[in-house]
């Protein structure tokens, strides 16, 4: 599987935006997915996951409640639609996916994700 996101782009404070990642190579379904973000200076952190069927999502304490993570296995996408932008969320992010054929299993540790997309800018001005 290979993943490629976008919809990155500037907003101001309280906005919203929408980012997309499209895999290709082979079928999604067996992936559990997740996105994570990094600002400059600071390590690369966990946002928000979503086991490979869907029916399960976690999210970091930062985000829960503004951001929401979908996916559609059928078009081999997933997304995160990030409302309320504050400033603090601005960062490379970046979606990850690994191969787990367990239905209830989200991992919120990088390391754990051996497939990255390539990282998208969001930057929320103030």
């Known amino acids: 599987v290979q993943l490629q996101a976008s919809g990155g782009g500037t907003v101001q404070a309280g906005g919203s935006l929408k980012l997309s990642c499209a895999a290709s190579?082979?079928?999604?379904?067996?992936?559990?997915t997740a996105w994570f973000r990094q600002a400059p200076g600071k390590e690369r952190e966990f946002v928000a996951g979503m086991n490979r069927s869907g029916a399960q999502t976690h999210y970091s304490d930062s985000v829960k409640g503004r951001f929401t993570i979908s996916r559609d296995n059928a078009k081999n996408t997933v997304d995160l639609q990030m409302n309320s932008l504050q400033p603090e969320d601005t960062a490379v992010y970046y979606c990850?996916?690994?191969?787990?054929?367990?239905?209830?299993?989200?991992?919120?540790?990088?390391?754990?994700?051996?497939?990255w997309g390539t990282g998208t800018q969001v930057t929320v001005s103030s």
């Open positions: 190579g082979r079928t999604f379904s067996g992936y559990i």
């Open positions: 990850a996916a690994r191969f787990d054929p367990r239905e209830w299993v989200i991992t919120t540790t990088s390391t754990n994700y051996p497939i």
